[in-house]
C-alpha cells in the first residue's frame, strides 16, 4: 500500500530492512535525491542506519534468475544506458509450481509472454509492453504470434500457475563477458501448436547494439510475426 502511495523508495527502504540490504537503501537515497518525496509511515519505523548505504552501481550488469528464465543486461546504471531483459521461461517461477504453493495474487497477475523482450536505451523504451491490460495477451508483448495466435492461456484475465504446459521453455545457453551478453531461449512449449523448434536468440553488443535472431522450424507452413 506505501509503494502504491509514496512509490518505490518507500518499497526499496521497507525491503532495505527486511534483507538488510544496502544496496536497495542506496538506490532509495538515489530516487529520493532525484526526486524528492515522503516516504510513509511503514519506512520511518523500519529506517535502520546501521545498514550501510551502497551504490547498484558497484553490481554486475548481467544477472540470470533461472528460476524463472529471465536474463537482464545493460550498459550501466544510469537511464542513459541500455537496458534488457529477455524472459524465456513459464509464466511464475518454477520452484513456486514444484511447491504446489499457490499464490493466487501473484499467478494470476502472469502474462502468457515467453520470449518476451523489454528495453529501454537514452532515456526512453525502445521495446516495451501493455503494462497491464486485461484480458492478457500475448500480443501486447514483445514476442512472436504463430499464425496470428498466441502462448497457452492467451486471452485470459487470470492466469493459473498449476498450467504447466509450458514447463518445457527456459535458456538453453548464455555467455557474458565485458563486451557482450548473449543468450538463447527455448519458447516453442509456450505455444499449443507445437512447433518442432523455436528458440530466440539475443546478442546486446555493449553498448548500445542489440540483435534479436528466431530460429524456427516445422513441419507444417505457419506464419510468424512479432
Request: aromatic share 12%; net charge negative.
Given at each position: 500500500?506505501?509503494?502504491?502511495?509514496?512509490?518505490?523508495?518507500?518499497?526499496?527502504?521497507?525491503?532495505?530492512?527486511?534483507?538488510?540490504?544496502?544496496?536497495?537503501?542506496?538506490?532509495?537515497?538515489?530516487?529520493?535525491?532525484?526526486?524528492?518525496?515522503?516516504?510513509?509511515?511503514?519506512?520511518?519505523?523500519?529506517?535502520?542506519?546501521?545498514?550501510?548505504?551502497?551504490?547498484?552501481?558497484?553490481?554486475?550488469?548481467?544477472?540470470?534468475?533461472?528460476?524463472?528464465?529471465?536474463?537482464?543486461?545493460?550498459?550501466?546504471?544510469?537511464?542513459?544506458?541500455?537496458?534488457?531483459?529477455?524472459?524465456?521461461?513459464?509464466?511464475?517461477?518454477?520452484?513456486?509450481?514444484?511447491?504446489?504453493?499457490?499464490?493466487?495474487?501473484?499467478?494470476?497477475?502472469?502474462?502468457?509472454?515467453?520470449?518476451?523482450?523489454?528495453?529501454?536505451?537514452?532515456?526512453?523504451?525502445?521495446?516495451?509492453?501493455?503494462?497491464?491490460?486485461?484480458?492478457?495477451?500475448?500480443?501486447?508483448?514483445?514476442?512472436?504470434?504463430?499464425?496470428?495466435?498466441?502462448?497457452?492461456?492467451?486471452?485470459?484475465?487470470?492466469?493459473?500457475?498449476?498450467?504447466?504446459?509450458?514447463?518445457?521453455?527456459?535458456?538453453?545457453?548464455?555467455?557474458?563477458?565485458?563486451?557482450?551478453?548473449?543468450?538463447?531461449?527455448?519458447?516453442?512449449?509456450?505455444?499449443?501448436?507445437?512447433?518442432?523448434?523455436?528458440?530466440?536468440?539475443?546478442?546486446?553488443?555493449?553498448?548500445?547494439?542489440?540483435?534479436?535472431?528466431?530460429?524456427?522450424?516445422?513441419?507444417e507452413p505457419h506464419s510468424y510475426s512479432w
Amino acid at each position: 500500500l506505501e509503494s502504491q502511495t509514496h512509490g518505490w523508495p518507500a518499497t526499496y527502504l521497507y525491503f532495505s530492512w527486511l534483507l538488510r540490504d544496502g544496496y536497495l537503501r542506496g538506490q532509495a537515497r538515489a530516487d529520493l535525491e532525484a526526486r524528492p518525496r515522503s516516504v510513509g509511515v511503514l519506512s520511518l519505523l523500519t529506517f535502520d542506519p546501521s545498514i550501510g548505504v551502497k551504490s547498484v552501481s558497484e553490481l554486475p550488469r548481467y544477472h540470470y534468475y533461472g528460476d524463472s528464465e529471465v536474463l537482464i543486461s545493460r550498459s550501466g546504471w544510469t537511464e542513459n544506458d541500455t537496458h534488457l531483459l529477455f524472459k524465456a521461461g513459464p509464466p511464475v517461477p518454477r520452484s513456486m509450481v514444484a511447491s504446489g504453493y499457490s499464490v493466487a495474487s501473484y499467478e494470476g497477475h502472469t502474462h502468457p509472454d515467453c520470449g518476451n523482450l523489454l528495453i529501454f536505451s537514452h532515456g526512453d523504451w525502445v521495446a516495451t509492453e501493455d503494462a497491464y491490460v486485461v484480458p492478457k495477451w500475448t500480443e501486447t508483448h514483445n514476442t512472436i504470434l504463430i499464425d496470428g495466435k498466441g502462448q497457452f492461456q492467451d486471452g485470459a484475465s487470470w492466469l493459473s500457475a498449476f498450467d504447466m504446459r509450458a514447463s518445457g521453455t527456459g535458456i538453453l545457453d548464455q555467455l557474458h563477458t565485458d563486451t557482450l551478453t548473449y543468450a538463447v531461449g527455448d519458447i516453442g512449449a509456450a505455444y499449443p501448436q507445437g512447433i518442432d523448434r523455436m528458440h530466440r536468440h539475443v546478442l546486446h553488443l555493449l553498448p548500445d547494439l542489440i540483435i534479436v535472431a528466431d530460429d524456427i522450424e516445422d513441419g507444417e507452413p505457419h506464419s510468424y510475426s512479432w
